[in-house]
């Protein structure tokens, strides 16, 4: 066994954090404040992970002369209200020293704004819990990355100078799985998140989890911590595969 640590990458909003309704609400309220249709429940939520500008062409069908304003609109509520809406999922931060204490390098990447994302992550404490942050440009009116959140993986495993077979991704999205199949590395899929009926079950998840407890133990099945190599051994296969 190799004695680099392994890394744990997360993804954030629907994973680390609830939004508590902020993303919603707030794609809500900036579309209603310029006077344009508002999409269902189902379609809102549908917009909380890949990037904004993004998910206001496609899914709200915005043309782009509109998105910049919407963009600014909503931006500016989610900082003065939004980010104290959220809330760290339950057991997270108790997952996070687990992992931490336990020898693991631990990163986010988020299609998140990456300066958005370090003050979200710091309005909740858990910041210095990461070795590194990394997210989409803070400009939020430029294109989406060509590459989705592939290009924000990699920068994760470049900086923590990872050994792809000893890392993971954690997310709730198609698009983390994507992601982390980009980089070939594994990828947990965890259920209390924002994907829609059977989107996770389609992609290729070393474990499925429902809960911060459950994907700890994920984790340390792929990656024994030091000292407990032999629990690998008594681990059925099909639990995590």
């Known amino acids: ?16 954090v609830d939004p508590a309704g902020s993303i919603t609400g707030g794609i809500a309220h900036s ?22 500008v993004e998910s206001l062409r496609t899914i709200a069908g915005l043309p782009d002369t509109v ?3 919407v963009v600014t609109t909503y931006r500016e509520r989610y900082i003065s209200e939004g980010m104290g ?22 990163s986010v990447a988020t299609q998140k704004p990456e300066g958005l994302a370090k003050k979200l992550l710091g309005m909740h404490g858990l910041d210095t819990r990461f070795h590194s942050i990394h997210g989409a440009p803070d400009d939020e009116t430029l294109p989406p990355l060509p590459d989705g959140k592939a290009s924000i993986v990699a920068a994760a495993l470049e900086v ?8 993971v991704l954690i997310g709730d999205r198609r698009n983390d799985a994507a992601g982390a199949a980009a ?19 389609a992609q290729e998840l070393a474990a499925l989890v429902a ?7 994920a984790v340390e099945r792929l990656f024994p911590p030091a000292g407990r190599a032999d629990t690998i051994e008594a681990t059925e296969a099909s639990t995590c595969r």
């Open 211 to 217: 809960d911060a407890e459950e994907a700890g133990d």
């Open 85 to 106: 809406q959220s809330r760290p999922y339950p057991g997270i931060p108790e997952l996070l020293d687990r992992l931490r204490g336990a020898g693991y390098h631990l």
């Open 31 to 52: 579309l209603a404040t310029h006077g344009l249709p508002v999409p269902d429940s189902e379609a809102l939520n549908a917009m909380v992970g890949p990037p904004l």
């Open 67 to 69: 998105i910049p304003a």
């Open 1 to 16: 066994m190799t004695d680099s640590p392994a890394l744990v990458i997360f993804d954030l909003d629907g994973t680390l």
């Open 183 to 201: 980089n070939h590395i594994a990828c947990i899929g965890v259920a209390w998140g924002f994907a829609e009926p059977g989107e996770l079950e």
């Open 160 to 167: 923590n100078h990872a050994d792809r077979t000893r890392a």
